[in-house]
DNA sequence: CCGCGACTTTGCTGAGGGGCAAACAAGCGG
DNA sequence: CCGCTTGTTTGCCCCTCAGCAAAGTCGCGG
């Protein structure tokens, strides 16, 4: 088996600060794997044993209840951690982690964790943080959902989005994630077809531009006006 | 000073299964606070100096966002810790947190928190299991709000609540909270004037049975159903 | 190069629920 | 015990948006 090089994870806000035989010491209890399109690294409701690193690509996170009803919870970038099911208490992972695009990840067992976290407490430190700023996250979102309308839910959810996953072109900011209406819908709790008829509306006004699976941002300032209030 | 006697923080699971000596050395950092009815603990976008258990009442944590627009995040419940902004890295209070009931906490400055987690690993781990449940929660409210109509999330919001802060009665269980109209509201994203009319419907059905500021849940069952599943 | 599946667009309809307005309790302080 | 503040109820109107239906399109796999 090669030896995974260092550099694969330095650059992750989680191990950030650690010395060199620090990541080495992790790195060597971690495995790696490649994650095609459209492949899961882990279901809703499977016995939570691993815990990852994403190296490379984009995950989608989702989230279904009983009725069937699905949400999409976030988008994994890389050097995010994700899955640390155990780190939280759960047994089982509570969503279904999906790569968006050819993707690449490190994995560790859960029994890694408490050693890991013993050895290096701002591991420790560094996850807290990072559930905290997921928990404010989805606070808000739930405040958006009680008070925003539809429209500006998703130019919200569009303008998070170019800013978390934009590449600037010509013609304006692309969202650089395979998204389509009806992911926007399960971010945003709309229809497809009300975000179709949006976007639509949207791109008459020049604000956007777009096609199958992809969005560009053309006016962000007409974007965060909607947002911010629906005239 | 009085001293504080160790079975004020033993109930704590923050605090489960550390020794006396540890229980007496953690409660001669803190401070205790009376927390009379409408006051506040502390408010949203304050310098979040010192973190909080509570031992005895009600905290009612709200939101609000630029527009005004104001969430209903959570009750906070007796031996619950809050206002554990430096833990995730904030800075400033995320929420306001106000005695919904004359109440009573224990305070810490912020510079114990490193101490006690560096002495007291364990609480570090709960610290992070109970933020993992709260982000469950606030992510299954999410999937509620994108999925369920007004009258369900009702249901299911005087449900939780009454699981929550329940006490049996004979005509049913009581909510024991006081619990206006506007709160629901504001835990369901609806308006005051749909969860009132909402409520008056249930009241003529026998589900529930309701005055000011007051709910006694009749009929579990009923609302469980109406929560699940609209006819 | 064709066919099929996945994704998107658009029209029509109706109901859920918000906004507004006003009347109505129920405590609380004086 | 009265008046006022705070919380609640209810009616009416109208708009947003989901539901249903059906017709495109794009692109991949054979």
Redesign the pocket.
Known sequence: MSRLDRSLIAGAPAFAGLSPEALDDILSRAQIMRLPKGETAFRQGEPADRFFLLLHGRLRVTRINAEGAQILVRFIAPNDMFGVAMAIGAVTYPGTATAAVDSLALSWPNAAWTNLIAAYPSLAVKAMQSLGARLQDTQDRVLDLAT??????IAGAVLKLARQAGRKTEEGVLIDI??????L?EM??????????????W?AKGLVD?????VVVRDEQGLTAIAKH?E
Chains 1, 2 share one sequence.
């Not at 925003?148 to 839910?153: G, L």
């Not at 009300?194 to 976007?199: A, D, G, K, Y």
């Open positions: 925003h309308n539809v429209e500006q839910r395979p998204l389509s209406r009806q992911d819908a945003t709790g709309a229809t497809l077809h009300t975000v179709s008829r949006t976007l639509s509306a791109e777009c096609g199958r699976r992809r629906a």
